[in-house]
């Protein structure tokens, strides 16, 4: 447990390093990292005393055992009870099996106690049950032929309300924008989706059937997904592209690449797309593992396409060629995008505009732009018009 909290300290601040520096907190970080590792060092100074403990009594039974053998078996040799020879095997019998074995379980038995410690967390983990599991009845979903519907979409985190009677109908091959201020339920909404959560209340169904009765690797082989946080693999490019079709070829990964404007970068690399990208892509910029992550779902090529912020760590230019290549991506797909940028999202078929987990309205830009919306606030705040 000790062990554990001095892991998790030191990861996280190895990994903060740069705020660590940056707001002089090497002092505060010290004091922190000496008082776990004082108490990781009682912890083991208790164990190293038990253990002490427990090898000297052993070896003090051990010894005292033997010698009252012995003892015993000068007193019955000296008045001819036994003989020398059986008094001989006796000990030999007692003394190298039964007591010694006695000796290495107590042995045994401190390990156990030191190893359960690490053991429960283990089995702590192990116990644990996923709260998505498929219906008994499910079904294979292999293609998508009409609508999404959101009917009456309830969720919360555990007690706190997230979304609150969603409803929204969403027909194939159309972009639907989402947007709202922070903490809205903008991701939450689009988590539903995919499975990586259940509604608390109501449904969403595709092509009239609940998701909740569709099979959760079928449901996701529908969908690729670019979130705001990158998320890199400590392995190559071709390894970190190829997550979105294991399958794909040399040159599918290439065009991928390039239509999400990153192959020209890593092909001048020394060793290409055989360039490792280092943990949490480490050795590139927002920007290029962004890109990487869009190339990943450009590659999967899934009828239905979440962006959650995708362009939001290009610089200017970048996100002009990347949107270009989103574009073509997002023909004849069900595409749900997630954009602080309202300008990225002028030309969605529709605007959700969400507040405090409810949809306030929705329409196309132009009609927003219109009437006194709750979008329009949001835009005249963002271009300051």
């Given at each position: 447990?000790?062990?554990?909290?001095?892991?998790?300290?030191?990861?996280e601040m190895?990994?903060?390093?740069?705020t660590v520096?940056?707001f002089?907190?090497?002092d505060?970080?010290?004091?922190?990292?000496?008082?776990?590792?004082?108490?990781l060092?009682?912890?083991?100074m208790?164990t190293?005393k038990a253990?002490a403990l427990?090898?000297s009594?052993t070896e003090?039974?051990?010894?005292m055992g033997l010698?009252a053998i012995?003892?015993?078996?000068?007193y019955?040799?000296?008045?001819?009870t036994?003989?020398p020879?059986?008094?001989?095997?006796f000990?030999?019998?007692t003394?190298f099996?039964?007591?010694t074995?006695?000796?290495r379980l107590?042995?045994?038995?401190g390990?156990l106690q030191?190893?359960?410690?690490?053991?429960s967390?283990?089995?702590e983990?192990?116990?644990?049950?996923?709260?998505?599991i498929?219906?008994?009845?499910?079904?294979?979903?292999?293609k998508?032929?009409n609508?999404?519907?959101?009917n009456n979409?309830?969720f919360?985190y555990?007690?706190i309300?997230?979304l609150k009677?969603?409803n929204?109908?969403v027909?194939?091959?159309?972009?639907?924008?989402?947007v709202?201020?922070s903490?809205?339920?903008k991701s939450?909404?689009l988590?539903?989706v995919?499975r990586f959560?259940d509604?608390?209340k109501?449904s969403?169904?595709?092509d009239?059937i609940?998701?909740r009765?569709?099979?959760?690797?079928?449901l996701l082989?529908?969908?690729?997904?670019v979130?705001?946080q990158?998320?890199?693999f400590?392995?190559?490019?071709?390894?970190?592209?190829l997550?979105g079709?294991?399958?794909?070829s040399?040159?599918e990964?290439?065009n991928a690449?390039?239509?999400a404007?990153?192959?020209?970068f890593?092909?001048n690399?020394?060793k290409?797309y055989d360039t490792?990208?280092?943990e949490q892509?480490?050795k590139?910029?927002g920007?290029q593992?962004?890109r990487?992550?869009i190339?990943?779902a450009i590659?999967?090529n899934?009828?239905?396409?979440?962006l959650?912020?995708?362009?939001?760590?290009?610089?200017s230019?970048?996100?002009k060629?990347?949107q270009?290549?989103?574009?073509?991506l997002m023909k004849d797909?069900?595409?749900f995008v997630i954009?602080?940028?309202?300008?990225t999202?002028?030309h969605?078929?529709?605007?959700?505009?969400l507040k405090?987990?409810?949809i306030v309205?929705?329409?196309?830009?132009?009609?927003l732009?219109e009437?006194?919306?709750?979008?329009?606030k949001q835009?005249?705040?963002?271009?300051?018009?």
């Open positions: 447990m000790h062990l554990g909290e001095l892991t998790d300290a030191m990861r190895f990994s903060g390093i740069r520096k940056a002089k907190m090497e505060e970080e010290i004091v922190e990292f000496k008082a776990i590792n004082s108490r060092f009682k912890r083991v208790q190293v253990k427990n090898s009594t003090f039974i051990y010894s010698a012995i003892i015993i078996g000068g019955v040799i000296s008045s001819k036994i003989s020879g059986s008094l001989g095997g000990v030999t019998v003394a099996l039964i007591l074995s006695i000796k107590a042995k045994s038995y390990k030191e190893s359960l410690a690490g053991a967390r283990v089995f983990l192990i116990d644990q049950h996923p709260t998505i498929d219906s008994p009845d499910a079904i294979e979903l292999k998508i032929e609508e999404i519907v959101f979409v309830n919360a555990e007690t309300p997230v009677d969603i929204l109908t027909q194939k091959g159309q972009i639907i924008a989402i709202g201020e903490g809205a339920g939450t909404l988590d539903l995919p959560y509604p608390t109501g969403i169904k595709i009239g609940d998701i009765l569709i099979k959760r690797d079928s082989d529908q969908i690729a997904i979130c705001q990158t998320f890199l400590n392995r190559s490019f071709k390894d970190n592209i997550c079709r294991r399958s794909a040399t040159e990964i290439e690449a390039q239509a404007n990153i192959h020209d890593i092909i690399l020394p290409g490792i990208v280092g892509g480490v590139l910029s920007g593992k962004q990487v992550t190339a990943r590659l999967k899934a009828p239905i396409l979440i959650d912020e995708a362009t939001s760590s290009l610089d230019e970048s996100e060629l990347v270009g290549a989103l574009d073509n797909k069900t595409t954009a602080h940028r309202l300008s999202i002028r969605a078929d529709r605007i959700v505009v405090k987990g409810c309205e929705t329409g196309t830009h132009g009609e732009i009437i006194e919306s709750e979008y329009k835009y005249r705040i963002q271009f300051d018009t």
